[in-house]
């Protein structure tokens, strides 16, 4: 018999660590290579760092592209057409499939994004590989399973969701980046253009994006090392923009059986200052990046409180998880496709660092971490 999501909510069940909060395509089961450690050490290191990467802004495998807080900033003709394209990402209503290449894995997805009066709705339906269906509109963000009879609901405010980038603050990234236009070639049918960002140091990845020319469209995005490496691959196969009457297709729930199990994606309070029994300050952060938001959040399957401060330079994020140490864990790094960790102790408190960065980045963060008894 078909329920609601009301229904479901009665009779929540949580996953363990593995499956709590938001589905992430870079899981794979947990398994994070890791360089230098044991077999102990790897355990050790992925039990950590596997149920915090699906809070990583930025990257996690939700929805196309969400650009937020840009504004206006100047005659760059480069960064005008990042500004002309944030606008229609958001603004218009537009339908496509697009491909998604990481770690030598191709993902296929499709999008129906619509913009209206009433706000956006939007759905991501996988073409391959286990089925999966995401449905976001101006409150929720749900995640559905069928094979495995399973349904996550979110919070559709937060500022994630994409195997892409989020840009935050366009003004701000001039001074670690540069920026340059190129002729375009054909993609997905359109014509387009070439947005080239390149990092001014070793510190950040850079990113070359194809535009559509005639309405701002995002068509295709590399996300490329600091060893100048294409390390991943968004690309659209097809995208039109939708007519006034195609934006009255509607986008409803599907119809769910009592058999499917709902997981919920809880969030803490959001607090502008992390404070447990012990003030945590950052001697020397990464230059250029600075605190965005603060966080607290617990395990689905335990309980357990943990802190998450997200630093951004603007295009760039990484995230910086404190919590008391429940697992002999080894300090060291990880590293998955494009995402790198470090894990570092301190006093019974493990501070983990992870974002869509060089190595080197988010282990300087996690190496300036210190804690200060009140």
């Known amino acids: 018999m078909p329920v609601n999501l009301s229904d479901l909510r009665n009779r929540s069940k949580h996953g363990g660590r593995a499956k709590s909060g938001l589905p992430d395509s870079r899981m794979r089961g947990g398994n994070y290579p890791t360089r230098n450690l044991g077999m102990r050490g790897r355990s050790a290191i992925n039990a950590v760092i596997s149920p915090r990467v699906r809070w990583v802004p930025g990257y996690v495998f939700l929805s196309l592209i ?44 499709s999008i129906l994004h619509i913009k209206d009066e009433s706000g956006v709705r939007e759905r991501l339906l996988s073409l391959n590989g286990e089925a999966r269906e995401v449905i976001r509109d101006n409150k929720n963000l749900t995640c559905i399973w069928p094979d495995s009879r399973k349904v996550v609901v979110g919070d559709s405010s937060q500022k994630n969701f994409s195997p892409l980038l989020v840009l935050d603050n366009i003004a701000k990234i001039g001074k670690y980046y540069d920026m340059s236009l190129a002729d375009g070639d054909r993609v997905a049918g359109h014509e387009s253009i070439i947005v080239d960002i390149k990092p001014k140091d070793q510190l950040r990845y850079g ?92 395990l689905a399957d335990t309980e357990q409180l943990i802190h998450q401060m997200v630093y951004t330079d603007g295009l760039a994020s990484l995230s910086v998880f404190i919590e008391k140490q429940t697992l002999q864990v080894v300090q060291g790094e990880t590293s998955m496709g494009a995402v790198n960790g470090y894990i570092r102790i301190i006093n019974n408190y493990s501070v983990t660092a992870i974002g869509a960065v060089p190595a080197i980045t988010v282990r300087r963060m996690a190496e300036s971490v210190y804690r200060q008894d009140p």
């Open 66 to 109: 969400l650009l937020a807080g840009i504004t206006q900033v100047s005659a760059n003709p480069a960064m005008e057409w990042i500004e002309k394209m944030s606008d229609s990402m958001r603004n218009l209503s537009y339908q496509g499939n697009f491909v998604y290449l990481h770690e030598n894995q191709l993902e296929s997805m």
């Open 207 to 298: 990113l070359k994006l194809w535009i559509n020319s005639s309405n701002g469209l995002l068509l295709k995005s590399n996300l490329i090392n600091e060893l100048h490496e294409v390390v991943e691959v968004v690309m659209f196969t097809n995208l039109e923009e939708l007519s006034k009457k195609d934006r009255m297709k509607l986008i409803t729930m599907p119809e769910l059986d009592d058999s499917f199990s709902l997981i919920q994606f809880r969030s803490g309070d959001a607090s502008g200052n992390i404070e447990v029994d012990m003030t945590w300050g950052f001697s020397n952060p990464p230059d250029g990046f600075w605190r965005e938001s603060a966080v607290k959040r617990k």
